[in-house]
């Protein structure tokens, strides 16, 4: 993904069939989906790739356990579809995890049981593993870290894992693989309209050279994701809201809190919510929260109810508890709900179903969904502009497409610390052989290595120093205060590479070391 190249096209392009609007897990499906019916598509974002929610998930690619419990079984038959999918399609990024719920009694999991064979048979011959019953020995010697008087028994079964940053790269090099184009740091600023009225295309502004463009479209797709309102303002000032808030957030803990390859499921937390403890990249991530709130932000904040609820129920499981002090990262995301008509629900209770709605001026925005279900959501989308007439009728071809780096990827993810390149992991561990500073480890305490920062500079569309330590590679997420001790010699390599000053340099690192207090306790 050359950026100069992406540039060039978005000024030699007069009109494009479809312009997407966002640079998270909808908008890159969006335009995945469009670019493979033979459209010419462009995507923008204003930031970067899953910069927002979407690369800030629980990591999990899964129906649902709670929304069967829910008796949503649409959704989850979906979403348990759609993991399916994406774990043939994306073999590299995609694992099947192992979860363990611990249970006081017998009776308590012979009810999980039944509910989770129940998924597994929802499932059908897209299944990743089978439900079974785990007896008091077994549960301990998986569990040895969890209290004894909490899993007298258990019952395991199988979602899938994943890392939506890592996801979301895969999927905009897909696009460009098959000839679309992708911009991160180029924000629309506008619609336009015609004369009657109908978008006709969007404004856009370079937020890195600083050139301003307008482009022409015949579909304008808004997949904004929590910003979605931003873009329905744009269309009509008086558009009623459409989302509902909700603020999710995880802790990061160190993998020894759980050791083993389990993760634990607490099926009943206080808030009527359930909390998982996963292992993620040799860490332990737990969350989640589902806490409201008023308006978007790129980088929302962390409640200190929220960390106590986690650190809490983790301490009426874990025999070590955890503290604050433990905490290594923590990290909040924004959930865009589609907004219920009864105003009285919690925003645990609204669905996480998605929907697709055209306006009156022919945008078409998606409202709502999940990683899990991105691609279901995009062809639904390009779906209803065909049927809209702002495209010509052109057959999806995402079910089984492989994503870029599936071929010759030799791992699931998870395997080691390059599994999530694919089958470009050899290219960089022949970078990592050519020359002994691209060999050398970011930090002492973990493994990244300045190959991986080289590669994301010249094939990730990384641009700054948040790009690499946040995105391509997960280090700010998984120990906040490694990333900031890294920093200054990270932004010097980078600025080597990409022309910067010793002002820009000294910028950077001081913009993301600011950045990663937000992510301590």
Not at 343 to 364: D, F, M, P, T
Not at 450 to 461: D, K, M
């Amino acid at each position: 993904m050359n950026r100069n190249e992406m540039l060039a096209r978005l000024n030699a392009q007069q009109t494009w069939d479809v312009v997407v609007i966002g640079g998270g897990a909808t908008g890159l499906g969006v335009a995945l989906d469009a670019v493979t019916r033979g459209f010419t598509t462009l995507l923008l974002e204003g930031h970067d790739f899953a910069k927002g929610t979407s690369s800030r998930s629980t990591k999990l690619l899964h129906g649902g356990v709670r929304y069967l419990a829910q008796g949503n079984l649409p959704l989850v038959m979906e979403a348990l579809r759609e993991r399916g999918r994406l774990a043939r399609n994306a073999p590299h990024l995609f694992h099947a995890q192992p979860f363990i719920i611990p249970s006081p009694n017998t009776c308590k999991s012979a009810y999980y049981m039944a509910g989770l064979w129940l998924y597994d048979r929802l499932a059908g011959k897209l299944g990743i593993g089978r439900t079974r019953y785990l007896g008091y020995g077994e549960t301990a010697s998986r569990l040895p870290a969890v209290r004894a008087e909490k899993r007298a028994s258990g019952v395991c079964y199988f979602d899938g894992q994943f890392d939506d940053a890592r996801l979301a790269l895969s999927l905009a090099r897909s696009i460009t693989d098959h000839g679309g184009t992708v911009l991160n740091h180029c924000a629309v600023t506008a619609l336009d309209k015609n004369d009657a009225g109908k978008i006709c295309g969007v404004r856009c502004r370079d937020t890195l050279g600083g050139g301003e463009y307008s482009v022409a479209a015949k579909c304008v797709v808004n997949a904004a994701g929590a910003f979605t309102a931003d873009v329905l303002a744009w269309d009509d000032a008086a558009a009623a809201p459409r989302i509902l808030l909700s603020q999710g957030i995880h802790l990061v803990l160190d993998g020894d809190f759980l050791a083993g390859t389990d993760a634990l499921m607490v099926p009943e937390t206080s808030d009527g919510r359930v909390l998982f403890a996963i292992p993620w990249h040799g860490k332990l991530l737990a969350g989640t929260t589902d806490t409201p709130v008023p308006a978007a932000d790129y980088e929302p904040k962390p409640l200190a109810e929220e960390v106590q609820f986690i650190l809490d129920t983790l301490g009426e499981y874990l025999s070590r508890a955890p503290t604050a002090a433990d905490v290594k990262s923590v990290f909040a995301g924004l959930r865009p709900l589609v907004k219920p008509a009864d105003s009285g629900q919690s925003s645990k209770e609204v669905s996480r179903s998605h929907q697709v709605e055209i306006s009156a001026s022919g945008l078409v925005n998606i409202f709502g969904g999940k990683w899990t279900t991105y691609r279901q959501m995009a062809q639904d989308g390009i779906d209803k502009a065909i049927a809209h007439g702002l495209l010509p009728a052109a057959a999806c071809r995402t079910e089984n497409l492989p994503l870029h780096g599936a071929a010759g990827a030799k791992e699931s993810f998870g395997q080691s610390r390059l599994s999530v390149y694919g089958g470009e992991a050899e290219q960089i561990t022949a970078l990592e052989q050519s020359d002994a500073q691209l060999a050398q480890t970011l930090h002492p305490a973990h493994p990244y290595t300045y190959a991986q920062v080289q590669w994301a500079l010249e094939h990730e569309a990384a641009h700054s120093l948040e790009d690499v330590l946040a995105r391509r590679i997960r280090l700010l997420f998984l120990d906040a205060a490694a990333a900031a001790e890294c920093a200054p010699a990270v932004a010097r390599f980078i600025g080597e590479r990409l022309g910067w000053d010793e002002a820009k340099v000294h910028s950077e690192t001081e913009q993301f070391r600011a950045l990663a207090q937000q992510y301590l306790l």
